[in-house]
Nanobody, 120 residues
Framework: QVQLVESGGGLVQAGGSLRLSCAAS????????MGWYRQAPGKQRELVAV???????NYADSVKGRFTISRDNAKNTVYLQTNSLKPEDTGVYYC??????????????WGQGTQVTVSS
């Protein structure tokens, strides 16, 4: 079993910054891609950013130039630095990870989510 624990959310004024963290623990052989998604009230969950084990990144157009995803493979942790936050960035932010188990199986896991609220 694998657990993903997010932290770093909160309430911030427009133009502010937050750094989100997500640490994976449990029966992990390796982790392929790790990513951040968000879900605003009444909307579907959407991709924010993803990073491969080799460090390649991809971002939603709405956050390019403002958000930066990074990871520490030794700590099985992924980060999301969010700058120049806007009210439309408000939502619950979820991390996920594609985990390779010692059995060889590859499964996707999700964290419980952390709330980000940006006031205008």
């Amino acid at each position: 079993q694998v657990q993903l624990v997010e932290s770093g959310g909160g309430l911030v004024q427009a133009g502010g910054s937050l750094r989100l963290s997500c640490a994976a623990s449990g029966s992990i052989f390796s982790i392929n891609a790790m990513g951040w998604y968000r879900q605003a009230p009444g909307k579907q969950r959407e991709l924010v950013a993803v990073i491969t084990s080799g460090g390649s990144t991809n971002y939603a157009d709405s956050v390019k130039g403002r958000f930066t995803i990074s990871r520490d493979n030794a700590k099985n942790t992924v980060y999301l630095q969010t700058n120049s936050l806007k009210p439309e960035d408000t939502g619950v932010y979820y991390c996920n990870a594609d985990v390779r188990h010692f059995s060889g199986s590859l499964l996707k896991y999700w964290g419980q989510g952390t709330q980000v609220t940006v006031s205008s």
